[in-house]
Every structure is written in C-alpha cells, then in structure tokens.
C-alpha cells in the first residue's frame, strides 16, 4: 500500500496538524517544527516493501525531533537509513551529528532520541528497516548512527545508487518487488558491519551479500568500457575463480550477462522521445559497444529486430542511421 502526502491539497491553516497526524500514522512519531506555518509544502509517498518502509519526500525548510518520549512508543523497532537527494541537512544523535551533502547516507535508531534540520529545504528518501530483521546488537547500531557515509565509507556508495533505484516508484510496482526487501536489509547489514571496528563481524554478511555486491556494482558501471572480471574481483577483493563460482550459483555467465544487461540499456534508451537526436551507433558506445556492426547484430539476436527498427517502432521521428 502506498500513503501519498501532498500538503497542496490542505488549506494553509490546516497543513500543519494534518502533515503531523499523516507523519505519525504512516512513517514515525515525530514533533514538526516550521520556520513559518504560511508556507508549509510537503510532497511525498510512503510504501511498505516487505519488511522494509519507504518514503519519499520533499518539503520546505523543517526541523524533525524524535523526543525521549516519542521514542519510547511502541514502534516496532527500527532504524532508519535516509538518503540525501538534493540540498543539505543535519542528522543530529546522541554525541554525534553529520551534515548530508547529496549521495551521502545516515543511519539513526528511532529507539533513541533524533534531529533531522532541514534549513535548506528536505529532499530525501527514508528506509525504516526492523532492528529485529539485522540481527545485530545494539551497540553495533549505536556505532554507526550519525554519521556522514559518503562515497568514501565501506559500501555506502553501493548502497545509495542501490536505495535510490529501489525508492523508484516503477521497481515499487513490479510483480514481486517485496522479495527485494530481504536482499535490502543483507545490504544495509553489510554496510553497518564494515564500519564497525571488529573485522570479524563483518565477513558473514560481507560474504551472503557478495552476489548481489557484485550484480549492482556491474549495473553501476556498465556503460565503462574497461569493466572486465578481472577489475571487477579486484574490486570485492576476490579472485577471479571466487568471481565465477558465486556467480554460478544463480547460474550467471558474466561475459553473457554484461552484454545482456548492456542491450537492455540500449534498448531502453532508443525508445525514449530523444532517441531520434543521436545516432544508434553513438547509443550503442555509450553502453560499451564499440563497433556498430556488431552492436547491430547482438541487438537483432536479443530481439528479432534491428536497432533502427526498433527505435522507429517506438519513436515517431526517424532519426539517425547506423
């Protein structure tokens, strides 16, 4: 189910009480505080993934507090993971604060009290994951709550290109997303055990989410043209023996899947409205296919048709050639 907000629809006088009770029945318990109640304007959704809790929302400038008393509710346990999407913002717990450039990650604990200060503006997408469904002590959650997990910290940058395709309303919507809740929580797990100081409790979860490790950092660079298995092992700190064998057990052929994956991208771009403004060809190197005439004959293979018939199949204007 999916709880849409959109103050627009509010009269002014109304939005700041209805935005509160709509907070509090849909996402968490939490105190609104706006700079000016005139100029309140919150536009966002809030879905459940299997276990995992989405929103998505954009707001005016807004400082959220999760005082002792509200954290002591009966919320099931929880942590949220917030992603930074545009602007900037302070996560504030306990001793610790972190301000949020976009692409950064936080990780808070709803169980203890939070700030979130918005002055900017908020721009986010929150994931709110049962503590229960990490298994993880607590004192590991404590260590990692607000801070700054940018590029630079474990597998943050994985995480957030991750989080931010799954906040997309069309993954939402496909046929059998929620079995990507438990995956989602292996990986926000993962993250959490590489920052903390004993090796030792990441190399479970570090290992059950290497498959999917790999999958996304392959999508992540699939239009680069040196992306090989050799840089890729590399990469996970694996060989390229360990590189195979976990991909072979969801029977995954690296070289095939690449070429796949990187048709389907090709594909997904000649249909777009702008397609008739750059060549097929231009598509097909963007993607990490060098020479046109084979880029040609992979695509008819894939999907009994040409590029250019594909692309004039879905756009009106004919385009460039190869």
């Known amino acids: 189910m999916t709880t849409i907000i959109d103050t627009g629809a509010v009269p002014r006088g109304e939005r700041a009480e209805a935005l509160r009770d709509l907070v509090w029945r849909s996402i968490v318990r939490v105190e609104l505080d706006h700079p000016s109640a005139d100029e309140i304007a919150v536009r966002g959704a809030v879905s459940d993934l299997g276990r995992v809790s989405i929103a998505s929302i954009r707001a005016s400038p807004i400082t959220v507090r999760r005082t002792s008393s509200l954290a002591g509710d009966d919320l099931e346990p929880s942590i949220f993971v917030s992603v930074q999407l545009s602007g900037s913002s302070l996560v504030i717990q306990g001793d610790r604060e972190a301000v949020l450039r976009p692409g950064d990650l936080a990780i808070y604990d709803a169980t203890v009290p939070y700030t979130l200060v918005n002055d900017e503006g908020l721009h986010l997408h929150y994931f709110r994951v049962p503590i229960g469904e990490l298994a993880l002590p607590r004192t590991a959650i404590s260590q990692v709550s607000a801070l700054r997990l940018g590029p630079d910290r474990g597998l943050a940058d994985l995480t957030s290109g991750y989080l931010r395709r799954l906040a997309g309303a069309e993954v939402r919507e496909l046929a059998g997303a929620e079995a990507l809740s438990q995956p989602s929580i292996g990986l926000i797990r993962a993250l959490i055990t590489t920052l903390l100081p004993e090796p030792g409790m990441a190399r479970e979860p570090l290992e059950g989410t290497l498959q999917f490790r790999i999958v996304e950092y392959v999508r992540a660079h699939l239009a680069e043209p040196d992306l090989s298995a050799a840089r890729i ?90």
């Open 233 to 322: 092992a590399a990469e996970h700190h694996i060989s390229l023996r360990h590189l195979y064998a976990t991909l072979a057990r969801s029977e995954i052929v690296l070289g095939e899947w690449i070429r796949a994956q990187r048709l389907e991208e090709c594909r997904r771009e000649l249909a777009t409205p702008g397609a008739a403004r750059i060549s097929i060809a231009a598509v097909g190197r963007r993607w990490g296919f060098g020479d046109a005439t084979n880029f040609g004959r992979a695509f008819s293979r894939a999907y009994g048709m040409s590029p250019r018939d594909w692309r004039n199949r879905h756009v009106p204007e004919r385009g460039q050639s190869l």
